[in-house]
């Protein structure tokens, strides 16, 4: 039971860390919270769906081109509706309420198209798991831990050693520094916005290919990614922390506790970090001074 458990957990970790990690780069350079990215995450699953059940495709053509649909999805939001209103000097809380409304609307017109039951990716038999040290692990979710590390290797070496990651960092750190210094932060806030949908319709994709698909399925997903990224502190050594934190306490908690327990577990371990340590993992306090 035990190493079901942990191979269990682990995969959910590391499904909390790529929504985490996606949703982390559009909120460092923009700094509100993109709850239409959780009909993002929900996108990429349909689209597959569309192409690969529906039109026929191949799942290795339909997985690449529905993450671009998202990607192109994500991308106009910012520059068709959030790009407006930043030039407006619109405020964050309405920025916040757009991004909702868009939530809503998206996440209803999937709902008109494919209705609301439960859709799934997978096709042929269901087979039993890999059986590893007594337990059974599937191949998707192997898929998802190995995406997951590689995702997460690929992101920090992206901010170190790209022009464009130094450039991100620099919008997240200071907008209007950046600014002074050259940088065309519009284009850097839209690049994140590519990167951060492709990353969360890649998570979406392997979610459904997991467990199945619904419209409302992202919402609680950008939840406890943020939840991950809030814990972590926002940067990734820390989130990767969370990520397994959350894991391995929704899962364990689960099996001693009751399976309704399980969201509440992560807004407990939320709760307690933003009463004790709001820095999250390995985050810096802040410290007044005195001019």
């Given at each position: 039971m035990l190493?079901?458990?942990?191979?269990?957990?682990?995969?959910?970790?590391?499904?909390?860390?790529?929504?985490?990690?996606?949703?982390?780069?559009?909120?460092?350079?923009?700094?509100?919270?993109?709850?239409?990215?959780?009909?993002?995450f929900t996108s990429g699953a349909y689209f597959a769906?569309?192409?690969?059940?529906?039109?026929?495709?191949?799942?290795?053509?339909?997985?690449?081109?529905?993450?671009?649909?998202?990607?192109?999805?994500?991308?106009s939001i910012?520059?068709?509706?959030?790009?407006?209103?930043?030039?407006?000097?619109?405020?964050?809380?309405?920025?916040?309420?757009?991004?909702?409304?868009?939530?809503?609307?998206?996440?209803?017109?999937?709902?008109?198209?494919f209705g609301?039951?439960?859709?799934?990716?997978?096709?042929?038999?269901?087979?039993?798991?890999?059986?590893?040290?007594?337990?059974?692990?599937?191949?998707?979710?192997?898929?998802?831990i190995i995406t997951a590390i590689v995702v997460t290797i690929l992101i920090i070496q992206f901010y170190k050693k790209t022009q464009l990651g130094r450039s991100m960092q620099a919008v997240a750190s200071d907008r209007e520094l950046a600014e002074y210094t050259g940088i065309n932060t519009n284009r850097v806030i839209l690049w994140s916005f590519a990167i951060g949908s492709g990353l969360a319709a890649l998570a979406g994709i392997l979610v459904s290919l997991d467990v199945d698909m619904t419209p409302t399925m992202g919402m609680k997903a950008l939840l406890m990614g943020m939840v991950v990224m809030i814990v972590g502190g926002n940067n990734i050594k820390g989130m990767v922390c969370a990520a397994l934190l959350l894991g391995f306490a929704q899962n364990f908690g689960v099996w001693y506790i009751s399976s309704?327990?399980?969201?509440?577990?992560?807004?407990?371990?939320?709760?307690?970090?933003?009463?004790?340590?709001?820095?999250?993992?390995?985050?810096r306090k802040i410290r007044k001074q005195t001019v």
């Amino acid at each position: 039971m035990l190493p079901q458990l942990f191979y269990i957990s682990i995969a959910s970790s590391c499904t909390y860390l790529l929504i985490a990690i996606s949703f982390s780069i559009i909120y460092s350079t923009t700094r509100f919270f993109h709850f239409a990215h959780a009909v993002i995450f929900t996108s990429g699953a349909y689209f597959a769906f569309l192409l690969y059940k529906l039109l026929g495709f191949s799942i290795y053509i339909s997985i690449p081109l529905a993450i671009i649909f998202a990607i192109v999805l994500g991308c106009s939001i910012e520059n068709f509706i959030y790009k407006p209103l930043r030039k407006k000097g619109t405020s964050s809380i309405v920025m916040l309420l757009a991004s909702l409304g868009i939530y809503i609307f998206l996440q209803n017109l999937i709902s008109m198209l494919f209705g609301d039951d439960t859709k799934s990716i997978r096709s042929g038999v269901v087979k039993e798991g890999i059986n590893i040290f007594g337990a059974r692990i599937t191949p998707i979710q192997i898929v998802i831990i190995i995406t997951a590390i590689v995702v997460t290797i690929l992101i920090i070496q992206f901010y170190k050693k790209t022009q464009l990651g130094r450039s991100m960092q620099a919008v997240a750190s200071d907008r209007e520094l950046a600014e002074y210094t050259g940088i065309n932060t519009n284009r850097v806030i839209l690049w994140s916005f590519a990167i951060g949908s492709g990353l969360a319709a890649l998570a979406g994709i392997l979610v459904s290919l997991d467990v199945d698909m619904t419209p409302t399925m992202g919402m609680k997903a950008l939840l406890m990614g943020m939840v991950v990224m809030i814990v972590g502190g926002n940067n990734i050594k820390g989130m990767v922390c969370a990520a397994l934190l959350l894991g391995f306490a929704q899962n364990f908690g689960v099996w001693y506790i009751s399976s309704q327990w399980k969201d509440a577990i992560a807004f407990v371990i939320l709760v307690l970090f933003l009463l004790f340590k709001p820095e999250g993992f390995f985050g810096r306090k802040i410290r007044k001074q005195t001019v």
